[in-house]
């Protein structure tokens, strides 16, 4: 029983983009598009190669930010503001999942490689303000974005969370590794991909997941 493998856990660790709102909704869509303009602007360089920058960054460094600091020394505070300067309309208020979240035994948390004033504006959109406990951005964790472990300690220390008594939901299985091996469930939120050992659930639908749960 799935319910069984969670009777332990006392802290649930919630991602951000595509996770608490589904994909359809396109904000992460949005914010790649601002991301290469962004990028463009800010090196004197083509669309088109500031795309290209934006996607290897993603997969060399986990974040489009951390390359960009990484690798021209960019700072993290405009940029995060501007390319979160988006259109919030596509998200509806989801009253089912904010009970099923608030149903959960112990602390719930969001921790997002966004920033927390995004995280504010999206939650608030989807009525799920109330259903956290604290929201966690990557200015919590000193810009360090998941999947770096160091992340993770930062935040996870910041918030006094065991690991042990943990639960992370994830749409992103790179960013699941470390909750895996620091001893946390782990949850692949979003269309099943391959096995893979450091995931244990997966949950194509976060709500119907969650109700099975409580």
Do not use: C
């Amino acid at each position: 029983m799935v319910a069984a493998s969670f009777a332990h856990v006392r802290a649930w660790v919630f991602d951000l983009d595509n996770t608490l709102y589904p994909p359809s909704a396109r904000l992460f869509a949005q914010i790649e598009v601002r991301m290469t303009a962004y990028v463009s602007r800010i090196l004197g360089i083509t669309e088109a190669e500031a795309d290209r920058l934006r996607a290897d960054y993603w997969a060399l460094y986990g974040t489009t930010l951390a390359g960009l600091m990484a690798e021209h020394d960019l700072d993290p505070g405009p940029y995060l503001k501007d390319v979160h300067d988006i259109d919030f309309s596509g998200l509806v208020p989801d009253p089912l999942l904010a009970a099923r979240i608030t149903a959960l035994p112990g602390r719930k948390i969001v921790f997002t490689n966004g920033d927390g004033v995004y995280a504010a504006k999206v939650l608030a959109a989807r009525g799920l303000n109330s259903a956290f406990d604290a929201v966690y951005g990557v200015e919590h964790a000193g810009y360090l974005p998941k999947p770096e472990q160091a992340a993770f300690e930062a935040v996870f220390a910041l918030d006094g969370l065991s690991p042990a008594e943990g639960a992370m939901f994830e749409d992103d299985p790179r960013n699941l590794m470390v909750p895996h091996l620091m001893g946390m469930r782990t949850v692949l939120v979003g269309p099943e991909a391959l096995a893979q050992d450091h995931i244990h659930h997966h949950a194509e639908d976060l709500s119907a997941f969650l109700a099975r749960l409580v």
